[in-house]
Nanobody, 119 residues
Framework: QVQLVESGGGLVQAGGSLRLSCAAS????????MGWFRQSPGNQRELVAT???????DYADSVKGRFTISRDNAKNTVYLQMNNMKPEDTAVYYC?????????????WGQGTLVNVSE
Protein backbone atom coordinates (compact mmCIF):
# COMPACT_ATOMS: atom_id res chain seq x y z
CA GLN A 1 0.00 0.00 0.00
CA VAL A 2 0.99 3.58 -0.63
CA GLN A 3 -0.12 6.43 1.59
CA LEU A 4 -0.36 9.93 0.11
CA VAL A 5 -0.37 13.09 2.20
CA GLU A 6 -1.23 16.32 0.45
CA SER A 7 -0.64 19.85 1.62
CA GLY A 8 -0.69 23.40 0.34
CA GLY A 9 -4.30 24.08 -0.56
CA GLY A 10 -6.17 27.16 0.56
CA LEU A 11 -7.70 30.43 -0.48
CA VAL A 12 -5.99 32.72 -2.97
CA GLN A 13 -7.02 35.72 -5.01
CA ALA A 14 -7.14 35.59 -8.79
CA GLY A 15 -3.66 36.15 -10.19
CA GLY A 16 -2.04 34.67 -7.10
CA SER A 17 -0.02 31.50 -6.57
CA LEU A 18 -0.17 28.32 -4.54
CA ARG A 19 2.08 25.31 -4.29
CA LEU A 20 0.70 21.86 -3.60
CA SER A 21 2.80 19.00 -2.25
CA CYS A 22 2.08 15.29 -2.05
CA ALA A 23 4.36 12.91 -0.19
CA ALA A 24 4.12 9.17 -0.78
CA SER A 25 5.07 6.65 1.87
CA UNK A 26 4.73 2.94 2.45
CA UNK A 27 5.36 0.56 -0.46
CA UNK A 28 6.85 3.16 -2.79
CA UNK A 29 8.95 0.73 -4.82
CA UNK A 30 7.77 0.77 -8.42
CA UNK A 31 6.18 4.22 -8.41
CA UNK A 32 6.39 5.61 -11.92
CA UNK A 33 3.78 8.22 -12.76
CA MET A 34 2.77 10.87 -10.25
CA GLY A 35 0.24 13.57 -10.89
CA TRP A 36 -2.59 15.85 -9.91
CA PHE A 37 -6.26 15.73 -10.77
CA ARG A 38 -9.02 18.09 -9.72
CA GLN A 39 -12.76 18.03 -9.29
CA SER A 40 -15.10 20.99 -8.97
CA PRO A 41 -18.76 20.75 -7.92
CA GLY A 42 -20.93 19.20 -10.59
CA ASN A 43 -17.98 18.18 -12.73
CA GLN A 44 -16.03 15.01 -13.27
CA ARG A 45 -12.52 14.60 -11.95
CA GLU A 46 -10.07 15.83 -14.56
CA LEU A 47 -6.37 15.55 -15.15
CA VAL A 48 -4.31 18.62 -14.29
CA ALA A 49 -0.76 17.41 -14.76
CA THR A 50 1.36 14.28 -14.60
CA UNK A 51 5.06 13.55 -14.47
CA UNK A 52 6.87 10.30 -15.16
CA UNK A 53 9.80 9.05 -13.11
CA UNK A 54 11.98 10.20 -16.01
CA UNK A 55 10.59 13.73 -15.82
CA UNK A 56 8.25 13.70 -18.82
CA UNK A 57 5.32 15.98 -18.11
CA ASP A 58 1.79 16.32 -19.42
CA TYR A 59 -0.63 19.17 -18.74
CA ALA A 60 -4.26 19.95 -19.31
CA ASP A 61 -4.61 22.69 -21.90
CA SER A 62 -6.34 24.90 -19.33
CA VAL A 63 -3.26 25.07 -17.11
CA LYS A 64 -0.42 25.07 -19.63
CA GLY A 65 1.89 28.01 -19.07
CA ARG A 66 0.52 28.64 -15.57
CA PHE A 67 1.09 25.40 -13.64
CA THR A 68 4.31 23.47 -13.26
CA ILE A 69 4.57 19.92 -11.97
CA SER A 70 7.80 18.58 -10.52
CA ARG A 71 8.94 15.70 -8.34
CA ASP A 72 11.67 14.72 -5.95
CA ASN A 73 12.22 11.00 -6.46
CA ALA A 74 14.42 10.71 -3.38
CA LYS A 75 11.56 12.01 -1.25
CA ASN A 76 8.77 10.36 -3.27
CA THR A 77 7.12 13.75 -3.41
CA VAL A 78 5.32 15.52 -6.24
CA TYR A 79 4.66 19.23 -6.38
CA LEU A 80 2.30 21.47 -8.31
CA GLN A 81 3.25 25.12 -8.58
CA MET A 82 0.19 27.11 -9.61
CA ASN A 83 0.68 30.66 -10.84
CA ASN A 84 -1.65 33.27 -12.30
CA MET A 85 -4.55 31.40 -10.83
CA LYS A 86 -8.10 31.89 -12.05
CA PRO A 87 -11.48 31.40 -10.35
CA GLU A 88 -12.08 28.42 -12.63
CA ASP A 89 -9.12 26.70 -10.95
CA THR A 90 -11.26 26.37 -7.83
CA ALA A 91 -11.59 22.66 -7.05
CA VAL A 92 -10.52 19.86 -4.80
CA TYR A 93 -7.10 18.75 -5.99
CA TYR A 94 -6.16 15.10 -5.69
CA CYS A 95 -2.71 13.59 -5.81
CA UNK A 96 -2.46 10.42 -7.89
CA UNK A 97 0.32 7.86 -7.97
CA UNK A 98 0.73 4.89 -10.26
CA UNK A 99 2.88 1.99 -9.14
CA UNK A 100 3.94 -0.97 -11.25
CA UNK A 101 5.11 -4.22 -9.68
CA UNK A 102 5.93 -7.05 -12.05
CA UNK A 103 2.95 -7.04 -14.45
CA UNK A 104 0.50 -5.43 -12.05
CA UNK A 105 -0.38 -1.75 -11.95
CA UNK A 106 -1.84 0.01 -8.94
CA UNK A 107 -3.22 3.50 -8.52
CA UNK A 108 -3.48 5.44 -5.31
CA TRP A 109 -5.28 8.67 -4.48
CA GLY A 110 -4.74 11.31 -1.85
CA GLN A 111 -7.54 12.59 0.33
CA GLY A 112 -7.82 15.83 -1.62
CA THR A 113 -6.98 19.41 -0.78
CA LEU A 114 -9.31 22.32 -1.46
CA VAL A 115 -8.13 25.21 -3.60
CA ASN A 116 -10.39 28.25 -3.70
CA VAL A 117 -9.59 31.14 -6.05
CA SER A 118 -11.56 34.31 -5.44
CA GLU A 119 -12.22 37.11 -7.93
Amino acid sequence: QVQLVESGGGLVQAGGSLRLSCAASGSTFGINRMGWFRQSPGNQRELVATISNGGTTDYADSVKGRFTISRDNAKNTVYLQMNNMKPEDTAVYYCNVRRVVMISSFEYWGQGTLVNVSE
